[in-house]
């Protein structure tokens, strides 16, 4: 069974994802590590790990802006979803993003947004595309949404 965990610096497994995201398949994982390592990742930003038996497999994020410029009003967003290739097939993504919209829920946000370049994987999920935007790395992306219910309306 997967579990689920939320990650805020300090936390008991905050170091071992950290090195888990270093050395897994994907080149993104090193920029998540580094984000950890150097406190990028603050206030009410959060990274959800998912373990099964104890070991991490997968990870997001939840931060103010991702790879979505500064000047763009959207936040907050999933970003550095990755389940490790063993595991894949088991949903495990789909309960990374229902963690990080829960917590977004808890904490006051009315949306959630994330960049995609892929087409249909997140919109399976509830999202809908918001338009496409240049993420800080020059490309070009989807930005998707979806409403979360909760308790006090940050963002409308």
């Keep these: 069974m997967t579990e689920i965990i939320t990650l805020e610096k300090g936390s008991e497994l905050w170091e071992q994802t950290a090195s888990y995201a270093e050395q897994c398949s994907w080149r993104a994982?090193?920029?998540?590590?580094?984000?950890?390592?150097?406190?990028c990742i603050r206030g009410w930003e959060r990274v959800?790990?998912?373990?099964?038996?104890?070991?991490?497999?997968?990870?997001?994020?939840?931060?103010?802006?991702d790879e979505l410029p500064p000047e763009q009003p959207y936040t907050p967003l999933i970003g550095f979803v990755f389940v490790d290739e063993s595991c894949r097939g088991h949903r495990i993504s789909e309960q990374l993003i229902r963690a990080a919209i829960g917590y977004a829920g808890s904490?006051?946000?009315?949306?959630?947004?994330?960049?995609?370049?892929?087409?249909?994987?997140?919109?399976?999920?509830?999202?809908?595309?918001?338009?496409?935007?240049?993420?800080?790395?020059?490309?070009?992306?989807?930005?998707?949404?979806?409403?979360?219910?909760?308790?006090g309306d940050r963002n409308g």
Excluded: H, N, W
């Design 29 to 39: 994982g090193a920029e998540l590590a580094r984000q950890m390592r150097e406190d």
């Design 107 to 151: 904490i006051g946000f009315g949306k959630v947004y994330i960049m995609s370049g892929e087409v249909g994987l997140y919109e399976r999920y509830g999202f809908a595309e918001t338009g496409e935007f240049e993420t800080i790395y020059g490309d070009r992306e989807k930005l998707l949404y979806i409403a979360v219910p909760s308790k």
């Design 48 to 65: 959800f790990a998912a373990l099964e038996d104890g070991k991490i497999v997968g990870y997001c994020t939840l931060t103010e802006k």
